[in-house]
């Protein structure tokens, strides 16, 4: 096996890793090429979690879409037909996207690409930044070959943000802006052309060309982030909020909120899903100090979905049942928490955590959280099957469940304290950057 596949193997949870082999078959199936690429790449060298798995297929990659839909239950988000892109979402929730390896022709800045079919390479070339366009092959002939034209592999070791060409942030000016969340996101620094490239685009005013609906989906990566509030505060700082609304800018923007939002999200432990809608609980803490007026004027441009409106003005008022059953006194047990939260809407634990004034609140969020999941998340398939379940039946799920709840109580109170890092039989930590 190639080093790279193998690096894949041990960074993807096992549903992801069941959703790239039900990709790659479906690709075999039609003869197509099929590639792991973008942030999906760029987290497995780079040593961050993968959120979501990028596949780029030689091809119309739509065509592909029945056939993984209908043998894994998989459901289309949304698709771009102009792309040939689209985004599904898998039963155990993983989430991917899939889309044509292509070239974009940018006639003025902003404007919709001309699209066509491209190879590989040259879909690397037209990325945005060297980190986000290296590639690896899943096809049965060229299984784990590394494609990388751009040396991504290089600026991620360097920690660096680098454009892919000196247009790359004028030819599509919502770029502007995913350099910054990238930065805030990564803990990178920006290459000096691209500091250069960026200062000019900003010079000529390239972010009022950004589409609306460009602004919609980089609000949405924003609101996915676990740091989002860093990253408006960098918007800020670059004086860039007022694409959205002018209620957003300086004083007016609601920082507080927005910090113990993301206080709260990082809460959740590293690989615990929690499976968070996050836009309307992040509009919630953006937005709580806008006035009415300017409220309605920003839903009105920026053309959120009904959906997500509902998510955001309706949180408060559907997180309060759940407030007043957390506070009940017969919640004792760790397995009636878990039964309860497990069954919530992880937008409303999380507004709880971060908005609710009751300690008993707080404390069993917390718990849930932090103890309970990562230990429900140790019951293994093998685990339930000893215990009678069998797997792709009804009951699966049933006893699993059981499992779970009786281990939670019985749980021993003190847990035993953490292995020192360098003492006899500790772990080695990972390396940030896996050798070639
Ligand atoms: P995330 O981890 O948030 O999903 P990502 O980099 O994968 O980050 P996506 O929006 O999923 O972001 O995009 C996948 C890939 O598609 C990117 O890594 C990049 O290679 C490419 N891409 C996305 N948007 C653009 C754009 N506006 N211009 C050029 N390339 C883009
Ligand atoms: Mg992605």
């Known amino acids: 096996m190639s080093d790279y596949m193998f690096m894949l193997e041990s960074h993807l949870s096992a549903d992801q890793a069941r959703v790239v082999s039900e990709i790659q078959g479906a690709a075999t199936h039609a003869n197509m090429n099929v590639f792991l690429t973008g942030g999906a790449m760029r987290d497995m060298l780079g040593g961050f979690p993968i959120l979501d798995i990028d596949f780029t297929v030689e091809g119309n990659a739509l065509k592909l879409l029945p056939a993984i839909t209908k043998k894994s239950g998989a459901k289309v988000l949304w698709e771009d037909d102009n792309r040939k892109l689209a985004a599904l979402v898998f039963p155990s929730g993983v989430k991917a996207t899939l889309g044509m390896a292509r070239q974009e022709k940018y006639p003025q800045p902003g404007a919709k690409p001309a699209v066509r079919p491209a190879s590989i390479h040259e879909d690397l070339r037209g990325r945005d930044f060297t980190i986000n366009s290296i590639a690896l092959s899943l096809n049965p002939a060229s299984r784990g070959l590394l494609l990388d034209p751009n040396n991504g592999v290089g600026d991620l070791e360097r920690k660096e943000l680098r454009a892919v060409s000196n247009y790359t942030l004028y030819d599509d000016p919502v770029r502007l802006l995913r ?89 959740v432990p590293f690989g615990v899903d929690i499976h968070l809608e996050s836009m309307g609980i992040f509009l919630y803490f953006l937005t709580e100090k806008m006035p009415p007026k300017e409220s309605a004027a920003f839903i009105k441009r920026i053309g959120l979905t009904k959906r997500e409106i509902e998510q955001w003005q309706k949180l408060e008022t559907r997180s309060k049942s759940l407030e007043k059953s957390l506070k009940s006194a017969k919640l004792q047990k760790p397995s009636l928490v878990y039964s309860l939260l497990s069954k919530a809407a992880g937008d409303q634990v999380l507004f709880l955590l971060a908005h609710s004034s009751e300690r008993l609140v707080h404390d069993r969020i917390k718990n849930y959280l932090q103890k309970y999941l990562p230990a429900a998340q140790e019951v293994t398939e093998a685990d339930v099957v000893a215990a009678g379940g069998k797997p792709g039946t009804p009951k699966f799920q049933k006893v699993r469940e059981d499992l779970i709840l009786t281990r939670l109580d019985a749980r021993p109170k003190k847990v035993p304290p953490p292995v020192v890092a360098g003492a006899p039989g500790a772990a080695a930590p990972a390396p940030a950057m896996a050798r070639k």
Not at 181 to 197: A, C, H, P, S
Not at 214 to 233: F, G, Q, Y
Not at 234 to 259: I, R, T
Request: charged share 30%.
């Open 179 to 267: 350099l910054l969340r990238l930065k805030v996101r990564l803990g990178f620094n920006i290459d000096e052309r691209t500091k250069m490239q960026y200062d000019n685009a900003r010079e000529a005013q390239l972010e009022t060309r950004i589409p609306r609906e460009d602004l919609l989906e980089e609000l949405r990566h924003i609101a996915n982030e676990p740091n989002c509030a860093d990253v408006v505060h960098l918007l800020d700082q670059e004086k860039l909020l007022n694409l959205y609304s002018s209620a957003l800018e300086g004083a007016k923007l609601n920082m507080p909120g927005l910090q113990k939002l993301q206080k709260a999200r990082q809460t």
